[in-house]
């Protein structure tokens, strides 16, 4: 079990849709089996699935089950089986998976995107346009943050945020070559530097964030290549 809280995920087969997840997910807002929950007693639909406009920077409610789920399209939703818990739940996805290379295009600023492939890929041997780098965000449901890793392996079915700094659009693309044969079904831990760490957490909820400062002979006066960009949280407690 885990904190009920937010994840990103996707569906790694050809024309699917979020009614692939209807009958093993709680949610809210989507005309599913569910009905609706509301925003507070008597208060608006809450609805539980979004999308990321990479362009806008705006979140879109997901109102059917009818939505596709495109090739490395991340999709937002909270995970609960009440709004504290989430127990473990087991999702398939039936369909054909995607193969072959798989492009994305990248807006400037933060996007979310995901492994478009059923199987793990090695996101440091993907080719980055210039502006984008080896790091990428995932959200941890425990505090309510971005995990930020450099390099590494993206799990199946795991959405993910980048950061385009190039201030113009920029094409991913995803290979075969990108695969990787792990057996096991989350985002490998990557041992983390000795470094100054500053972590800040609520009084009042499970929620917070770690600053770490690391110093370097190369750094810059201002934002510099080696300096991280804030990814606030989706979660209004936070």
Request: proline letters at 5%; glycine letters at 10%; hydrophobic letters at 35%.
């Amino acid at each position: 079990a885990r904190a009920a809280n937010y994840a990103d995920i996707t569906a790694p087969v050809v024309s699917t849709t979020i009614a692939d997840w209807d009958a093993e997910l709680f949610m809210s807002g989507v005309g599913g089996n569910d009905g609706d929950a509301r925003d507070g007693a008597g208060g608006p639909i809450y609805y539980s699935v979004t999308k990321y406009n990479n362009t806008t920077k705006a979140y879109i409610y997901i109102t059917s089950t009818a939505e596709t789920i495109v090739a490395g399209e991340g999709v937002e939703l909270f995970l609960g089986d009440n709004l504290s818990t989430f127990g473990a739940q087991t999702m398939d996805h039936r369909g054909t998976p995607y193969t072959g290379p798989i492009s994305i295009t990248l807006k400037p600023g933060f996007n979310l995107i995901a492994n478009p492939y059923s199987c793990f890929i090695n996101y440091s041997s993907v080719t980055k346009p210039s502006g984008v780098s080896n790091q990428f965000y995932v959200y941890v449901q425990n505090n309510g943050a971005y995990q930020l890793f450099t390099g590494g392996f993206i799990a199946a079915h795991q959405g993910f945020w980048v950061n385009n700094t190039s201030g113009s659009d920029k094409v991913i693309t995803f290979n075969e070559s990108n695969k990787f044969p792990l057996a096991i079904s989350l985002i490998s831990k990557q041992r983390e530097e000795k470094q100054f760490a500053l972590n800040v957490k609520s009084l009042g909820n499970e929620f917070g964030n770690k600053l770490v400062i690391k110093p370097s002979a190369t750094a810059q006066n201002g934002i510099d290549t080696e300096d991280i960009y804030y990814l606030p949280s989706p979660h209004k407690a936070a």
